[in-house]
């Protein structure tokens, strides 16, 4: 009974953090959106007007459905609705480019709904914690301002299908393998980007699940292998059926777009561009003759990325092998100890090690590292320093994507708002466990020195405290923007339009090259 009353409270307070949660993303519905909300809403056209074995086909738009065969059935589902709301919404031809208030409220209001599979996500990776870590872990995820930016004013389902992740860390962390293994499935049949954390599901899975002898073993396996398949014939069995799975593969990986996504994600790329960049005009100012290159890397515009001038060009299996590469440390620590409590970690280290070395990386995808990594950032005082630095520099990166200025209070405010909030949680946490730590100390040695007080302030003041290196760069990061915002136009107005938004794009990813790093060492030290 008293467990009951337990959970109906927990339910309720999430109740209220995603009332407040819903609320801002209410007040943003009539806010800027970028052209995924037209790609999202052709999509519902092309599944709810043609059917099934065109969708991977169409060219209506040049917005082709390019998502796995799983969302392609959640856009149908919702294209039901959508037709109730306005037909037009759904119309493969005259809804092209379609701006009327219903389609963006139905839209809009699509996303929030379906962020209540997030919600319940969050809910079943924080059941087991304590009350205020568990709190701030809701905090942390439920009000994060890179998820309000990215799904609700830019516009995405990342909450939808992150609620399928965390549900797949959720069974694993209790120790139920199968469930794991096979959300996970159902989550790469809705967005096949989350792929880059298979490596550390395929090893997890088959040291912790697959053992117990040679016979147990294959017979575990050939279970998850069993469900895996099913999960997929599912998904692309129609497609198959209809000869279509060559189009569906080809729509899923346009490695034509190129290395590098229009604005540059802050991630290891950016180095070897500007490195690039940099030998040419040296070489240049030398009076070595450097073909100018054919586009350039700072265009708006999503397609084929300029060649390299003087270093080697980057393929997508070069990206590949070297995402494998830093995965292997992470790889061989779970083959080593395949410890539930370390597999939210291992995920969010497989998802940063895509974010600095893949293909075509966008800016958003930061999203992936850093909602799994506010789970454990209550674990300790090491992690909350990192995941508040982390946290800004994630949310300060996706600053470009809102690039009119009636958006920028709005994102200024989202950062300013929950970095204060998360600094006062980490610091409330962890200043009461130093003070209760301090005053068993204290009362121990009580009788030996005359403590004054002295020792109980020290505790409280030395609570959630970040070193001056963490200081000095989260300055960095407001210099950064005084510069792109204030200082540029000033004193160089339209010449080098590019360089604030290189910066940005720099000094975010020498930030998360860092975190990169720092998560690395927290996986191969834990024990």
Not at 128 to 139: F, H
Request: charged share 10%; hydrophobic share 50%.
């Amino acid at each position: 009974m008293a467990k009951h009353e337990s959970r109906s409270m927990s339910i309720a307070q999430l109740l209220w953090y995603m009332g407040i949660a819903t609320t801002i993303k209410l007040l943003v519905i009539p806010s800027y959106h970028s052209t995924d909300l037209e790609v999202h809403r052709h999509w519902l056209a092309i599944t709810h007007s043609l059917p099934l074995s065109k969708w991977y086909f169409d060219e209506t738009s040049q917005w082709t459905l390019d998502y796995p065969p799983f969302f392609a059935y959640f856009q149908r589902f919702l294209s039901v609705f959508a037709h109730l709301v306005d037909s037009q919404i759904v119309h493969l031809h005259h809804g092209l480019n379609y701006k009327a208030s219903s389609a963006i409220y139905f839209q809009r209001i699509s996303v929030i709904v379906s962020d209540l599979f997030f919600m319940y996500g969050v809910y079943r990776c924080t059941s087991n914690l304590p009350s205020l870590k568990r709190n701030l872990v809701w905090i942390l995820a439920v009000w994060s301002p890179v998820l309000v930016i990215v799904d609700h004013l830019h516009f995405q389902y990342n909450g939808f299908l992150f609620g399928w992740l965390l549900l797949s860390i959720s069974f694993l962390a209790q120790g139920r393998d199968l469930m794991g293994g096979f959300l996970f499935a159902v989550l790469l049949c809705f967005k096949h980007l989350f792929a880059v954390a298979a490596p550390v599901y395929f090893v997890y899975l088959l040291r912790h699940y697959c053992r117990g002898g040679l016979v147990k073993g294959f017979a575990r396996l050939s279970v998850m292998g069993a469900v895996v398949v099913a999960v997929f014939a599912a998904a692309y069995g129609p497609f198959v059926y209809h000869g279509q799975i060559q189009q569906v593969i080809r729509r899923m990986f346009p490695f034509g777009r190129g290395l590098c996504h229009a604005y540059w994600a802050p991630n290891f790329w950016v180095f070897y561009i500007m490195l690039d960049k940099g030998i040419a005009f040296l070489l240049t100012k030398f009076g070595f003759n450097i073909p100018s290159p054919a586009a350039s890397f700072t265009g708006g515009l999503v397609g084929d990325a300029s060649p390299f001038v003087i270093l080697p060009q980057i393929t997508p299996m070069t990206t590949f092998i070297l995402v494998l590469l830093a995965l292997s440390p992470c790889l061989i620590k779970t083959w080593l100890d395949p410890r539930p409590r370390l597999i939210t970690r291992s995920v969010a280290y497989a998802y940063t090690c895509g974010f600095l070395f893949g293909w075509h990386v966008h800016e958003k995808a930061s999203l992936h590292f850093v909602i799994p990594l506010a789970i454990v950032a209550v674990e300790s005082m090491e992690d909350a320093k990192h995941y508040f630095m982390l946290s800004i520099v994630s949310s300060y990166s996706l600053f470009p994507l809102l690039y009119e200025a009636q958006e920028y209070p709005i994102k200024v405010l989202l950062l300013l708002l929950h970095s204060i909030l998360i600094w006062f949680c980490f610091s409330a946490q962890f200043t009461k466990n130093k003070a209760m730590k301090s005053t068993l100390q204290a009362d121990k040695k009580a009788a030996q020195f005359d403590l004054k007080g002295s020792s109980r302030t020290a505790a409280v003041n030395g609570g959630f405290v970040l070193g001056w290196l963490a200081k000095s760069y989260l300055f960095g990061v407001l210099v950064v923007e005084i510069w792109g915002q204030f200082l540029h136009p000033y004193l160089l107005g339209d010449k080098f339009p590019f360089v604030p938004l290189m910066l940005i794009s720099i000094y975010c990813a020498l930030g998360i090259l860092y975190s990169w790093i720092w998560q690395l060492t927290q996986i191969m030290i834990l024990s």
